[in-house]
């Protein structure tokens, strides 16, 4: 089993979206899968309840960052992090899951935030560089701020591994309990090109 960690501390980055898409794409390819929401706020088990039974199911866990069991026929666990975590909590997380993803927003705030985060992370010897990837989100493609946050994160030496596009697609989706991957794909062809490169990251043997 391969446990996958979605988390910022800054709110509003984009973990619960990432996680809830992560898991439908598992689902629709019949993955066996668990989407652990370690939130309080509990959008992703949300979500979940709004799944229409007809699609492929995801296994929902409630837990906290403290404690979370994932049931043993799953085969990749997608694990929504909570803004707000202690630093032995994040440390327990981070040892516990086998690849981690921060999703950051193209803005001047939630870059230096991303900026802090990263570094603790480093000071604390936390961040296993080779597992960890960023992932720019709600990016609008040939604005200033977004060459500005891809400069900075080429600068992290952490890997830039894609950008998701700034859509509606992705709150008609949620609303409905469904995935990227699940909607019509005139509607979302290009978002399902911007998954793939973090898909192939997500699944190559990290510790190879
Ligand atoms: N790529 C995107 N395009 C459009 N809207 C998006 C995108 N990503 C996230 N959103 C919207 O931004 C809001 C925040 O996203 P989300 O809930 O995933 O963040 P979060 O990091 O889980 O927040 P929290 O820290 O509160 O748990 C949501 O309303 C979500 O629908
Ligand atoms: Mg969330």
Redesign the pocket.
């Known amino acids: 089993m391969k446990k996958i960690l979605v988390v910022?501390p800054?709110?509003?980055?984009?973990?619960?979206?990432?996680?809830?898409n992560l898991a439908s794409y598992y689902a629709l390819w019949n993955v066996p899968v668990a989407l652990c929401d370690l939130?309080p706020?509990q959008?992703s088990l949300e979500w979940l309840k709004q799944r229409p039974e007809n699609l492929n199911p995801i296994i929902g866990v409630e837990g906290t960052p403290g404690r979370f069991s994932v049931p043993g026929e799953v085969q990749r666990a997608v694990v929504?992090a909570?803004?707000r975590t202690t630093q032995a909590q994040m440390q327990r997380l981070f040892e516990q899951c086998d690849e981690v993803i921060i999703?950051v927003l193209p803005s001047p705030i939630d870059i230096r935030a991303a900026g802090h985060f990263v570094g603790e992370l480093l000071l604390d010897n936390m961040l296993k560089k080779s597992r960890t990837g960023l992932v720019a989100?709600?990016?609008r493609e040939h604005t200033l701020i977004y060459s500005n946050l891809e400069a900075f994160l080429n600068k992290l030496r952490i890997p830039l591994i894609t950008h998701?596009?700034?859509?509606?697609?992705?709150?008609r989706a949620?609303e409905r309990g469904y995935g990227i991957f699940e909607m019509p794909p005139y509607l979302v062809d290009r978002d399902v090109d911007n998954w793939r490169p973090l898909i192939q990251w997500v699944e190559k043997d990290h510790k190879a």
Do not use: E, F, H, M
């Open positions: 910022n800054k709110g509003g980055s984009g973990k619960s979206t990432l996680a809830t939130d706020q959008s929504d909570p803004a999703p989100n709600r990016v998701l596009r700034d859509t509606q697609n992705y709150i949620a």
